[in-house]
């Protein structure tokens, strides 16, 4: 894929680097030069100072053949500009923005562009680790809506069905056993060592973890 990432702080060279490790053909786009040391040193892939809404910059970048674009500046209203512009102007097929502060989150969803909130995401995730240590995240779906878990079953779960001990708030993914998954019927007996992957809101990781504290064990 040839993906433009737009703004190279921390998270804007992170990205490209793992887009540039998996094989795209990246190009980097900042207003800053001394924004660009944030690359490591073997990131082969094109860099190119100018202001990220000036349209010449975007053509110079290859905006017109873009596959992807991620605006990551630390600017909302560059991002939603950026965003903007390249899906409405220049038909980007995906197009992803990063929300700086949020505050400005609602005017993502106004401008019906694709976002994620690295404050708000880290710190779901932070409070879900302080109250839910035994359970881990492993995939986030949208803004942190809906999270993929996985939990390793408890002894007291063993030799019990899957029905009675899940809370109907959870969606069951898969269940590994032995080393290999399975999508589990609502009656598999659970074992010792088995993993399950749960999908769930806030609301039904709350449930979960009250149902291994034994609060509401069947």
Same mark, same amino acid.
Do not use: K
């Given at each position: 894929m040839k993906i433009l990432v737009v703004g190279s702080g921390r998270m804007g060279a992170e990205l490209a680097y793992r887009l540039y490790r998996q094989g795209h053909e990246v190009c980097v786009v900042d207003g800053f030069h001394e924004s660009f040391q944030y690359l490591p040193a073997d990131f082969q892939g094109r860099v190119y100072e100018g202001e990220v809404i000036n349209q010449e910059v975007l053509h110079r970048a290859g905006i017109e053949h873009c596959d992807a674009l991620a605006a990551v500046t630390n600017s909302d209203a560059l991002n939603l500009v950026v965003a903007t512009i390249a899906r409405d102007h220049y038909r980007v /097929?995906?197009?992803?923005?990063?929300?700086?502060? /949020?505050?400005?989150a609602e005017l993502y969803d106004t401008f019906g562009i694709q976002f994620i909130s690295a404050t708000t995401w880290g710190a779901q995730r932070l409070e879900e680790m302080i109250y839910h240590g035994e359970v881990r995240s492993i995939f986030s779906a949208g803004n942190g809506e809906v999270d993929i878990y996985e939990l390793k079953v408890p002894e007291r779960w063993c030799a019990r069905p899957l029905q009675e001990l899940v809370p109907a708030e959870l969606v069951v993914a898969s269940l590994t056993r032995n080393g290999e998954a399975m999508i589990p019927a609502p009656d598999t007996m659970l074992e010792t060592g088995d993993l399950l992957h749960v999908a769930a809101t806030l609301s039904g990781l709350e449930a979960l973890s009250a149902r291994l504290e034994g609060k509401k064990e069947a």
């Open positions: /097929p995906q197009v992803l923005a990063r929300n700086y502060d /949020p505050i400005f």
